[in-house]
């Protein structure tokens, strides 16, 4: 789900350039009013972007261009992999007409700037494989189009701010994991995110309840919240999901048994590993079922009864 770049990618900054026309007028006295493109806006947030970074291996520095020609507007920043070390300007919120922003693996730090609220536009945010810290910014909630989030293997930390999914019904891709974000799950945080076909969550330290809201995401087809301290009874509405193809649960301290036949039908399920919780009663009869089931680990929880005889017939 990640945006990919090829290896002549890595090496340019790419800018894809719209031919829409956007005029400015700065808050200046009467006399002093000057008309701006708002190519000349997306400069100035391009150099103040550049100058904070310190670009190790000069790659911007020499494939870098100002020459951007009126009527044309920034639509893409993409150099995933590229080693620029440094922060994210907050200026980057000026690039008003932009959809993509790809700096995944580019050794940022400190923290995400609450401006990238403003790019209205964006609909893929990768930051993933950074060092960036501090809290996420709520204002990130006000991306009305994104489609995917992606703030993974990064050292966030704080609570996930309750309002961040609350406008991002387009969203489809969710990631998290690899934090130090603490606190609940928001219980209201997946209300408005139908779109949603994967949420990645783990490795963290967020506890208390998995919301119930993830069980009526029909789109859902990945529900990964591993290497956390989430407890209480899993919703069942989640082991009734017609696309769920891996549900991914393991070292928390989920408990109760899993529903009987008649409420358990993952019939896209390739992937189940409630391992290490403290699951109990019998090994869930409905997994005779998931003929698409690859793995399974049941480790380290409480079932009881036999080992049943189906899963040696499970293709």
């Keep these: ?133 501090g809290a996420i910014p709520s204002a990130i909630g006000n991306l009305s189009q994104l489609e995917i989030l992606d703030l993974a293997q990064n050292i966030l930390s704080q609570q996930i701010p309750p309002e961040l999914l609350q406008n991002l019904d387009s969203l489809r891709k969710f990631s998290l994991e690899n934090n130090d974000l603490t606190g609940h799950i928001p219980p209201d945080l997946f209300n408005n995110t139908s779109s949603l076909n994967y949420i990645q969550l783990g490795n963290n330290n967020l506890y208390g309840l998995i919301p119930h809201a993830m069980g009526s995401l029909y789109m859902l087809e990945y529900l990964l919240l591993p290497y956390n301290q989430l407890s209480g009874t899993v919703p069942t509405t989640i082991f009734n999901m017609s696309r769920l193809q891996a549900i991914e649960l393991g070292y928390n301290n989920l408990t109760g048994p899993f529903p009987s036949n008649q409420s358990f039908s993952l019939p896209q399920l390739s992937f189940f590993a409630p391992n290490h ?19 399974l680990d049941l480790a380290a929880n409480s079932f009881v009864g036999d080992v049943p005889m189906w899963l040696a017939q499970l293709p």
């Design 277 to 295: 919780n403290n699951f109990e009663g019998q090994i869930p009869v409905g997994l005779a079922a998931c003929q698409h089931l690859q793995t």
């Design 1 to 133: 789900m990640a945006i990919q770049c090829d290896s002549k990618m890595l090496v340019a900054l790419f800018l894809s350039l719209s031919t829409l026309l956007v005029l400015c007028v700065t808050c200046l006295p009467s006399s002093s009013l000057t008309p701006t493109n708002g190519s000349d806006s997306d400069l100035a947030a391009l150099l103040a972007f550049k100058d904070q970074l310190s670009d190790p291996h000069g790659i911007l520095a020499s494939n870098w261009t100002a020459d951007l020609r009126r009527r044309q507007r920034v639509t893409v920043l993409s150099l995933p992999g590229v080693p620029l070390q440094g922060e994210l300007s907050p200026h980057l919120g000026n690039l008003s007409f932009l959809n993509t922003l790809n700096l995944s693996y580019t050794s940022l730090t400190g923290a995400i700037p609450a401006d990238l609220g403003r790019m209205h536009r964006l609909k893929y945010l990768c930051l993933f494989g950074n060092g960036l810290t």
